[in-house]
């Protein structure tokens, strides 16, 4: 159980576009889902923290008009890259979580971005 | 800064050999610990977790852990590795209460046939 889905699982873009990449919760309902980067041979980054039918609350350093998420159900969470430059290419990785389920995390796939 | 840390990034083993992956955090009021692993072309996967209790911890595959707290320490240990255990290992750590997740960066675990 506690299956978490991206879309897409990659993606090619040209500089200055928009790129949406959905997180869904196919078995269960997020209370609160995370959205992280993941650099190559470097940690993941939690970009920002969002509850169903609330802001998102942002990591220092991210650019909240950048990165533009949406939570508007307890089963899909989006994040917008807008108006995406090369230096945004990364591996997008989002993470779901039940409340109550002492903080455990379910990791989707990840979504590699990439902007030429 | 509060941190997670990881040693040794790049780890290579034979099969049969034992695994001890270190883990220090800086965080100093409690803690949730936990370590995933995330396999070639896989998401990440619990591996275990930590919240309060025995301090030595199963978790799946035959990995443990134990939490040392006068140390600041959560070591995943293996005594006996497989190749199907070669992945990438990251530690990871929330302040009690909080479910935001802090991550050490990781470590890339080669196990030889």
């Known amino acids: 159980g506690a299956v978490v889905s991206q879309h897409p699982s990659r993606v090619i873009c040209k500089s200055g576009t928009s790129v949406k990449i959905e997180c869904r919760s196919l078995?269960?309902?997020?209370?609160?889902m995370f959205w992280y980067r993941q650099f190559p041979k470097k940690s993941l980054m939690l970009m920002a923290t969002?509850?169903?039918?609330?802001?998102?609350?942002?990591e220092q350093g991210v650019e909240k008009d950048k990165f533009l998420i949406n939570h508007a159900s307890l089963t899909l969470s989006t994040l917008t890259v807008t108006s995406a430059h090369p230096e945004d290419s990364s591996f997008y990785i989002c993470?779901?979580?039940?409340?109550?389920?002492?903080?455990?995390?379910?990791f989707g796939p990840g979504t590699r971005l990439t902007v030429l | 800064a509060q941190s997670v840390s990881q040693h040794n990034h790049h780890v290579i083993l034979s099969e049969a050999a034992s695994l001890e992956l270190g883990c220090n955090y800086s965080?100093?009021?409690?803690?949730?610990l936990f370590w995933y692993v995330q396999y070639p072309g896989q998401h990440l996967q619990l591996l275990l977790k930590?919240?309060?209790?025995?301090?030595l911890v199963k978790g799946i595959k035959g990995f443990e852990a134990e939490f040392i707290k006068s140390k600041f320490s959560f070591n995943l240990r293996k005594p006996s590795v497989q190749w199907s255990d070669t992945a990438e290992y990251f530690c990871?750590?929330?302040?009690?209460?909080?479910?935001?997740?802090?991550f050490g960066k990781g470590n890339q675990v080669v196990v030889i046939p």
């Open positions: 969002s509850n169903e039918g609330s802001k998102a609350t942002y």
């Open positions: 990871a750590v929330t302040l009690y209460g909080n479910n935001r997740l802090a």
């Open positions: 078995d269960f309902q997020a209370t609160t």
């Open positions: 965080y100093g009021g409690t803690v949730n």
């Open positions: 930590y919240f309060s209790g025995d301090p």
């Open positions: 993470s779901g979580s039940i409340q109550g389920l002492n903080n455990e995390q379910f």
